[in-house]
């Protein structure tokens, strides 16, 4: 790891003097004017006779969110909605997402996400988090000051890789934001709490620079020197500012030199690269369990060898170490397909840094460009694509494998769906029901012999939330691989007896915060094996006593309104205390305390 220069930080020339002003608070009203709030709690907040008279329950407010969104005609526009709900109460935003997880987590992110971001500047309506340009270099601390809350976590991205669409400058905010809502809707950490972080650092996308509307910087994409400058001032600023605070890198057009830069110094880690690989092995050690084939006899096929699908079979390699082989072993289990064929250590190209490690030293001249040429001469147990490219594991790839495996291993993980390598249904019809499948976008179940089918969805917020908070409440000093390597473990065994029973890869979403309890533990518990944990009091915790201590530090958007009734109660009671001491003399302050 390059060591960091922290003069180049500049974080003692920049100012702190504190602002005379009082900080401008984002949008959300953290539910202060639900209508679900009592009359005593709404004179408390002094937002009575602000909203309807009426106290109305949790189910008559989902109703009506429910009937507006149906109204919505499209995605985008409900996810606009949602991020109005979101923006003007909180906690009811949240109240619905944790109910209705499965059907409004595509609106909120993936694939709805990937639409908000290509049109972020064109429906721009509302800040949500925070912008540092690189004109703002040498002040990135002065800026953190006009962020209200305390942050204790992160995510970060210069936009430069959203999704499959490419660069799209500040328009990747939406990936942020709608990260760290998932976050809070799947692990508990306090909307507050949470700081979405887009980084304005030039864009070479020209039509960018032509739309009237783009919001960012009309520049080209800095250098990598520039970028590495800029992040060593920021990653010093946000733990100056916020020690322990997590940050995830998200979106990065090549996220390994950050990851490799920070990852000891920093409390850090990149969704992309390791939640994603964390999330495919959870569903990998599942589908070998019901394979029949045991680790040693498994060999992979990559259709697509960037950042991310490396750093899935990266993972897959520990878990093949895990299971006996050497790491030599378990490396050539893997052949990667890049757009110029079979990646090779003699294909005569310069291969990128991060392609090296699984280059092929053993295809005897050979150079393989067809995926279907491919099949026949690795005869492989795994498919898996990492490409974007839509439709590329078509009926006769599909028929390849079935022809080759009881239970083939398709796991087209390509997002949004339409770039999806094939669907749930064209795996279950070309491999006459036997795939082993697993997606990177949602598909809809499907009958077929007889049996209601349901994919398996490798989506990340099964894992990243989990390392999230088990970082945060573990006080890790750094995220380490063995960390992240326990999440996916932890995710392989939190399927219930029935999920298990049915065959599935991955538990039901709709379970997600209890998963994420299970994901959550095994981090914490590796971070204590590591020795990088500093909340030495849980060390010593049962697996049951370190569940509930996860679950009682979960923020509960149901809880709301009782933690402040609470706040209320307690303030009356010490109100009617100190009359009670001072003879009926009551201050004003503490008399209108307990009028309430």
């Not at 064929?341 to 030293?361: E, I, N, Q």
Request: proline share 6%; hydrophobic share 35%; glycine share 8%.
């Amino acid at each position: 790891m390059a060591s960091l220069d922290f003069a180049q930080a500049n974080i003692k020339q920049a100012q702190h003097h504190a602002s005379p002003l009082v900080p401008r608070l984002p949008s959300t009203t953290s539910g202060d004017f639900d209508t679900a709030n009592t009359p005593e709690v709404r004179k408390y907040l002094r937002t009575y006779g602000l909203t309807p008279p009426a106290v109305e329950s949790f189910e008559v407010q989902a109703k009506r969110c429910l009937n507006l969104l149906a109204l919505k005609p499209t995605p985008i526009e409900k996810y606009q909605y949602l991020t109005h709900l979101r923006a003007t109460n909180v906690h009811l935003f949240y109240r619905l997402l944790s109910e209705n997880i499965k059907e409004l987590t595509p609106l909120i992110y993936t694939p709805t996400v990937g639409e908000a971001c290509v049109r972020w500047s064109e429906i721009y309506t509302q800040p949500e988090g925070l912008y540092l340009s690189y004109t703002d270099k040498g002040n990135l601390h002065t800026i953190l000051q006009n962020w209200p809350h305390n942050v204790e976590i992160s995510v970060v991205t210069d936009g430069s890789r959203i999704l499959g669409l490419g660069d799209l400058g500040v328009n990747g905010m939406g990936i942020p934001v709608g990260k760290l809502a998932l976050y809070t809707a799947c692990a508990g950490i306090r909307p507050t709490a949470t700081l979405p972080l887009q980084l304005d650092l030039g864009t070479n996308n020209k039509a960018l620079w032509e739309d009237p509307l783009y919001m960012g910087s009309r520049v080209p994409k800095i250098s990598p020197e520039e970028e590495r400058d800029f992040l060593d001032e920021l990653m010093a600023a946000l733990t100056e500012k916020w020690p322990g605070i997590v940050i995830q890198f998200e979106d990065f057009k090549n996220p390994f030199p950050a990851l490799e830069r920070y990852r000891d110094t920093y409390t850090c880690f990149n969704d992309d690269v390791q939640g994603t690989g964390a999330v495919i092995v959870g569903g990998f050690i599942n589908a070998v369990r019901h394979s029949g084939v045991p680790a040693k006899g498994h060999r992979a096929i990559f259709l697509g060898a960037g950042s991310a699908g490396v750093g899935v079979a990266k993972q897959i390699v520990e878990y093949f170490m895990k299971e006996g082989l050497t790491e030599d072993e378990a490396r050539k289990k893997f052949w990667f397909v890049d757009s110029n064929g079979l990646v090779t250590s003699d294909r005569g190209d310069k291969l990128a840094d991060h392609k090296v490690y699984f280059a092929r030293d053993d295809n005897e001249g050979k150079q393989i460009q067809s995926l279907g040429r491919l099949i026949d001469y690795v005869k492989p147990t795994i498919l898996m694509g990492l490409s974007t490219i839509g439709g590329a594991f078509n009926r006769d790839i599909l028929q390849r494998m079935a022809a080759l495996n009881d239970r083939p291993i398709i796991f087209p993980l390509s997002n949004p769906s339409s770039k999806s390598e094939c669907t749930f249904e064209e795996a279950i019809k070309y491999t006459e029901g036997r795939a082993l499948f697993a997606s990177g976008s949602p598909f809809p179940s499907l009958d077929f012999g007889g049996k209601n089918l349901t994919p398996g969805q490798g989506n990340n917020m099964y894992v990243f939330p989990g390392i999230g908070l088990g970082a945060i409440l573990s006080k890790a000093v750094s995220v380490t691989q063995d960390m992240i390597y326990a999440s996916a473990e932890s995710l392989s065994t939190a399927l219930n007896p029935q999920e298990v029973a049915d065959g599935w890869l991955y538990p039901d979403i709709r379970r997600i915060r209890e998963v994420s309890v299970t994901v959550t533990r095994g981090v914490i518990r590796a971070a204590q094996d590591n020795g990088v944990d500093r909340e030495l009091a849980i060390r010593n915790l049962t697996d049951g006593q370190l569940d509930e201590y996860i679950r009682a530090r979960m923020y509960n958007p149901f809880n709301e309104r009782e933690n402040v009734e609470d706040e209320v109660a307690q303030l009356v009671a010490t109100a009617s205390g100190l009359s009670q001491e001072t003879n009926g003399h009551a201050t004003n302050g503490v008399r209108a305390a307990a009028h309430l």
